[in-house]
């Protein structure tokens, strides 16, 4: 069992003693009501609101939105339909589909996620979701959170199960998904996919965007890394490997063709005079290798439907006037979407004077001014340990601070920001009315 | 499919008893249970609900420890089961792939714990010293499990898995190949090298570094379950 007999002894009888040790009481009852009554909130019927009589105008509106979604149906149709048949996927059964009613998903108070979010799960196998003016947010507590921009469609392919394996297919418009990172010493499990085309784009563990144009998808990756490849290669998705942040965008077939963007949708300089270099996908991702796209290994001579090991790069694109800081970042020139998607704002820094406005914000909200003249201070020394990710890891208030503080600190702070070095921002905070 | 049905109410059987016990019920009632349950039929998933309930809470309990929210984690699962069980086609054991969606979502579970902003404005409860009077040797069993399960912990993830689902829930190599999607001979060589991580880091922990030696004095130490059962050395 170990390497000696008394050390093998030892962790017997600790095995044996965990073994021993009596389950928790469960109240079983009330579990079972809680379980059966989501279940009967996932079941209820979908239903489509029927939509008022349309104007003309209307009409003609939606008569032009069909003859785009149609050709751009008869597009992917063909350059997908072949492989999605070979795996015995439906083809393309997404545009007979009904789109399901958002609401009917709306995920209930008191469960993860935030108001206005949808749950993930409630949704099968075949449902079409298509969003209006609003956007709309899916969320699988712990596992993914993904946004589909207003004016989008997309098909849900598959549906994981216990948070690996999400598969959507993006039929217009633009999806914005945060994954959550998962253990190294899993290796890379896809979490979540989204398929464009033929272009499939697989993520680990990541923040990103990806945008459906009309004959290519761009790929707009926050932090972390994302695979893209041809569909067809589920939970093995090969092809190049988008280390955050970055930008690119890749044919729809499968990714064949792929440039580099700058963040704000220029193809970068580098990418317009060289060709990228060939790495192997699963090589560890280095922040000195950020911006940049990544080929496959070339180890498959038997599989030339596999995409070029070298990153084509196409022509440089007009120049475009790049977006002031803070500025929502121009639509991409090169890139006719339908519909201008959606781009993530870049990650905010952490500086002490975020973290003091907040923290301020959460002493307002939480110790309101009463009728009383009683002055309320109060002073902590905030200890915010950040990831290299940017994302929170914890927060200290010394000496401690009451619950509803602490929760909103949580609330306000407990996000994403630049990624740097991991470190640790000490502020000393004083707060009174 | 073998005859892996039954079970009993209280979680607190240990696994070679699960294994005696498990065949109470017949296979075909399990399977119309199942077939039932694919076709919507509430009644039927209330059924296996209550069947397996306590199977599923013992290993999350086992897999996640005691400060987890076993109800809430047990409630995802069985949502979990409800949602998928139209993709379970009956080439396993329904138990055996109801044990892999509970090792998916407890792995879920960890990964976002992890990955989850701790705000406290107090110590963790990690550090908080257990004040309750308690005979001395309930304390002490309780510290060697505690200082145990913080070990256990320490192991990654797929070795952590195994470890408990062969020692703690006493199933066969062959199982948890299924379970975890692995070889039978990665699951018997993640095994080893937990067993023997573990027995390394025990030595290390000042709570368990001693109880070697007091083994060694005594066959049957106080405190200790009545049966010293051999455990799964077949593995390796």
Redesign the interface.
């Known amino acids: 069992?170990?390497?000696?007999p008394?050390?093998?002894?030892?962790?017997?009888?600790?095995?044996?003693?965990?073994?021993?040790?009596?389950?928790?009481d469960?109240?079983?009852d009330d579990?079972?009501q809680?379980?059966?009554s989501?279940?009967?909130r996932?079941?209820e019927p979908r239903y489509v609101p029927r939509a008022s009589a349309p104007s003309s105008f209307a009409r003609v509106a939606s008569f032009a939105v069909a003859a785009a979604v149609l050709a751009l149906g008869i597009g992917l149709g063909g350059m997908s339909g072949d492989r999605r048949a070979a795996m015995g996927e439906t083809p393309d059964t997404a545009r007979a589909v009904t789109p399901v009613a958002i609401e009917s998903v709306a995920l209930a108070g008191g469960e993860a996620g935030v108001r206005g979010d949808h749950d993930l799960?409630a949704l099968r196998v075949g449902d079409a979701i298509e969003t209006g003016a609003e956007p709309a947010t899916f969320v699988q507590?712990?596992?993914v959170r993904w946004t589909l921009a207003p004016s989008s469609r997309a098909i849900i392919r598959a549906?994981g199960?216990?948070?690996?394996g999400h598969v959507v297919a993006l039929e217009r418009g633009s999806i914005q998904a945060e994954v959550?990172?998962?253990?190294p010493?899993?290796g890379l499990v896809e979490a979540f996919a989204v398929e464009a085309g033929g272009t499939r784009v697989a993520v680990h563990g990541t923040l990103f965007s990806v945008t459906l144009a009309a004959n290519e998808v761009v790929v707009d990756v926050e932090h972390g890394a994302v695979a893209v490849g041809p569909v067809g290669h589920v939970g093995m998705t090969t092809g190049h490997l988008l280390v955050g942040p970055a930008r690119a965008s890749f044919s729809l077939d499968g990714g064949r063709l792929a440039r580099r963007l700058s963040r704000w949708g220029h193809p970068t300089p580098q990418a317009r005079a060289t060709a990228m270099p060939v790495a192997a996908l699963d090589a560890p991702a280095s922040p000195a290798a950020d911006d940049a796209v990544r080929g496959e290994a070339d180890e498959s001579a038997a599989t030339p439907a596999h995409p070029s090991r070298q990153v084509a790069v196409s022509a440089p694109v007009a120049a475009h006037p790049a977006a002031a800081p803070g500025q929502a970042p121009a639509a991409e020139p090169a890139v006719e979407a339908p519909v201008a998607p959606a781009v993530p704002p870049a990650p905010q820094f952490l500086t002490e004077s975020v973290i003091r406005s907040e923290l301020a914000q959460c002493f307002r909200q939480t110790h309101p001014a009463g009728v009383s003249e009683a002055v309320k201070s109060a002073s902590w020394t905030f200890v915010l340990s950040v990831r290299a990710d940017g994302?929170?890891?914890?927060?200290?208030?010394d000496p401690?601070?009451?619950?509803d503080?602490?929760?909103c600190?949580?609330k306000l702070?407990?996000r994403s920001f630049e990624s740097g070095p991991a470190r640790k921002v000490i502020v000393s905070v004083s707060f009174g009315k | 499919m073998s005859a892996v049905v039954g079970e009993l109410e209280?979680?607190?059987r240990?696994?070679p008893e699960a294994v005696r016990l498990s065949a109470v019920t017949g296979v075909g009632e399990l399977e119309e249970l199942v077939r039932r349950s694919q076709r919507?039929d509430?009644v039927a998933?209330?059924e296996l609900?209550?069947r397996h309930?306590?199977d599923v809470?013992?290993l999350v309990?086992?897999m996640l420890g005691?400060s987890a929210d076993?109800?809430d984690v047990?409630?995802e699962v069985?949502?979990?089961v409800?949602?998928?069980l139209g993709?379970f086609r009956g080439q396993a054991k329904f138990t055996t792939w109801l044990h892999r969606?509970t090792?998916?979502?407890v792995?879920?579970?960890r990964?976002?714990?992890?990955?989850?902003?701790?705000?406290?404005?107090?110590p963790l409860a990690d550090h908080e010293p257990d004040r309750r009077l308690l005979p001395d040797e309930d304390a002490a069993?309780r510290q060697?499990?505690a200082a145990?399960?913080k070990l256990l912990d320490r192991l990654?993830?797929?070795k952590r898995t195994v470890f408990v689902l062969h020692?703690?829930e006493g199933m066969a190599p062959a199982d948890i190949s299924e379970i975890v999607d692995a070889p039978v001979l990665t699951v018997r060589t993640r095994l080893f090298y937990a067993?023997?991580e573990?027995?390394?880091m025990?030595?290390e922990e000042p709570t368990?570094s001693q109880?070697?030696?007091e083994?060694?004095g005594s066959s049957e130490?106080q405190g200790?379950?009545a049966e010293?059962?051999?455990?799964g050395?077949e593995a390796?």
């Open positions: 069992m170990s390497d000696t008394d050390q093998a002894r030892a962790l017997r009888f600790m095995v044996e003693e965990m073994r021993a040790e009596p389950t928790p469960i109240a079983w579990l079972e809680k379980l059966l989501r279940i009967a996932n079941e799960l507590a712990g596992s549906r199960v216990g948070g690996v959550t990172p998962r253990d010493s899993e994302s929170i890891q914890s927060g200290k208030f401690p601070a009451d619950n503080f602490t929760n600190a949580g702070l407990g | 209280g979680g607190s240990s696994a919507g509430r998933f209330a609900f209550r309930r306590s809470a013992r309990f086992r005691p076993a109800e047990v409630q069985f949502l979990q409800h949602k998928s993709e969606v090792v998916n979502v792995l879920m579970v990964r976002a714990a992890r990955s989850r902003p701790v705000f406290s404005g107090e069993r060697r499990l145990f399960r990654p993830e797929k020692e703690l067993r023997r573990l027995a390394e025990m030595r368990l109880l070697a030696e083994l060694c130490p200790s379950p010293g059962r051999l455990v050395t390796t």
